[in-house]
């Protein structure tokens, strides 16, 4: 098996919220698509470790804001570097939303559509749930084109800086989330990506 033709699928890109209580909280997904229209219905599969996941299982509703290609890099470093349980991911940011007639809030900066969803069914996945859902109610926010994974790789992202070549026998790996650089001889197996978090793996040599 290649794994790379994995990376040939293509993805939109999408702020999920969820409430519970007084709590609002959002993450970043690329796993949402409509699967049927009468009714209309999505399905969403979310990371068990993230805060929002066990908000939308607790309260059976969530909303989706589709990015557009207008999102800036620090709305995905928002919702998708830092989590819920650490930080209110709203702060400051709460004139870009709005809430559904549920109370839940949606996105409503670098956006292209909002949807609100109640939840059908969910599917143990394992490290994922796999939420089915009904979509109750949505709009139009812009006519920019909705962000796609690749687009967001392409465009969004940071380019790592053009720096002065490495010195000496260092080399340089860049995330490929994020665009962080690492410099130094060798890239740590146990390496954490300080602004995103994500392993060594996601990591690529720079030639
Ligand atoms: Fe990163």
Redesign the pocket.
């Known amino acids: 098996m290649n794994n790379k033709a994995m990376y040939a699928l293509s993805y939109g890109l999408f702020v999920l919220c969820a409430r519970r209580g007084e709590k609002d909280n959002g993450c970043i997904t690329n796993t949402a698509i409509q699967v049927t229209t009468t009714p209309n219905r999505i399905v969403v599969a979310i990371n068990k470790d993230n805060y929002t996941h066990d908000m939308v299982r607790e309260s059976g509703r969530f909303t989706l804001s589709v990015l557009s290609e207008e999102a800036k890099f620090d709305l995905f470093q928002r919702f998708g570097?830092q989590s819920g349980r650490d930080v209110d991911k709203f702060a400051g940011f709460e004139g870009h939303t709005a809430r559904d007639g549920a109370g839940v809030r949606y996105v409503t900066l670098g956006t292209s559509a909002w949807l609100s969803c109640r939840v059908v069914s969910a599917t143990d996945l394992g490290t994922h749930t796999l939420f089915l859902a009904d979509v109750e109610d949505g709009d139009v926010l812009s006519q920019a084109p909705s962000a796609t994974y690749s687009y967001y790789q392409a465009h969004i992202k940071p380019r790592p800086a053009a720096a002065a070549p490495a010195q000496g026998s260092k080399r340089r790996w860049v995330?490929k989330?994020?665009?962080?650089v690492y410099e130094g001889e060798e890239l740590p197996a146990d390496f954490i990506?300080?602004?995103?978090?994500?392993p060594a793996s996601?990591f690529e040599l720079l030639e």
Request: overall charge neutral; some cysteine.
């Open positions: 570097f995330c989330v994020c665009g962080y990506c300080p602004i995103c978090k994500h996601d």
